[in-house]
């Protein structure tokens, strides 16, 4: 069940990664993702989720003059953490995006990840 939640939070972390949208707003994606770049976005997923972590604690402890520096670093880490597995951000959250639509891609990134389906 925790698992769950942590996934339902990765795949509503859109926002993080995202600094232009993959495509317009409320047009969903007509290609069918592969299951390569599945694998990709949920590897991509659980380091971006670590990172999350890792940066959440970062910043609660950095200087007020600081944490602005910590955001651009932990920026340019999530898409290290994207781009590192293959995909472009872009890509990325069309998949994202598409799982949030999608229960059929939420499903398959869920498998991926290792967590049990409710």
């Known amino acids: 069940m925790h698992r769950v939640r942590t996934i339902a939070a990765i795949v509503g972390m859109l926002s993080v990664v995202s600094l232009t949208p993959a495509y317009s707003q409320g047009q969903p994606t ?7 770049k599945l694998d990709q976005a949920a590897a991509a997923m659980a380091r971006i989720n670590s990172l999350h972590k890792s940066y ?7 200087p007020p003059d600081q944490q602005n520096s910590v955001i651009a670093e932990a920026n340019n880490a999530l898409q290290k953490a994207v781009t590192d597995q293959g995909l472009s951000v872009d890509e990325y959250n069309t998949i994202i995006k598409s799982a949030q639509n999608d229960p059929a891609v939420r499903d398959k990134l869920v498998q991926r990840l290792g967590a049990p389906k409710e």
């Open 56 to 62: 959440q604690e970062k910043l609660t402890q950095a």
């Open 30 to 36: 007509t290609a069918p993702i592969s299951d390569q």
